[in-house]
């Protein structure tokens, strides 16, 4: 019922930044979180950010927190992810997700990966 679209991963050096996209599609009058996620090689999935669709309330991971910013645009119905100072250790695949109102899951984009080089 949402499709959700991820772009702007790449190669980035230690210390740039970058900044990651995701477009919903669906029924995105029906989402209330949307959030990011990352999974590195030999890792599991983990949360870096989420953000409350309406009120823009925002969540982070420790690890990111300071250094990682998570936006959206209601009337695009798109979300961001501001990733600054970076570190190898963020190398991952990252991955968009919504909730909507009446369902647990979330619903998740196809993912992007994010290289950072030493």
């Known amino acids: 019922q949402v499709q959700l679209v991820e772009s702007g991963g790449g190669l980035v050096q230690a210390g740039g930044s970058q900044r990651l996209s995701c477009a919903a599609s669906g029924r995105t009058s029906m989402m209330y979180v949307m959030g990011w996620f990352r999974q590195a090689p030999g890792k599991e999935r983990e949360v870096v950010a989420t953000?409350?669709?309406?009120?823009?309330?925002?969540t982070y991971a420790d690890f990111v927190k300071g250094r990682f910013t998570i936006s959206n645009n209601n009337a695009k119905n798109t979300v961001y992810l501001q990733m600054n100072s970076l570190r190898p250790d963020d190398t991952a695949v990252y991955y968009c997700?919504?909730?909507?109102?009446?369902?647990?899951?979330?619903?998740w984009g196809q993912g992007t990966q994010v290289t950072v080089s030493s």
């Open positions: 997700a919504a909730r909507v109102l009446g369902r647990l899951a979330y619903y």
């Open positions: 953000i409350h669709w309406s009120s823009d309330s925002t």
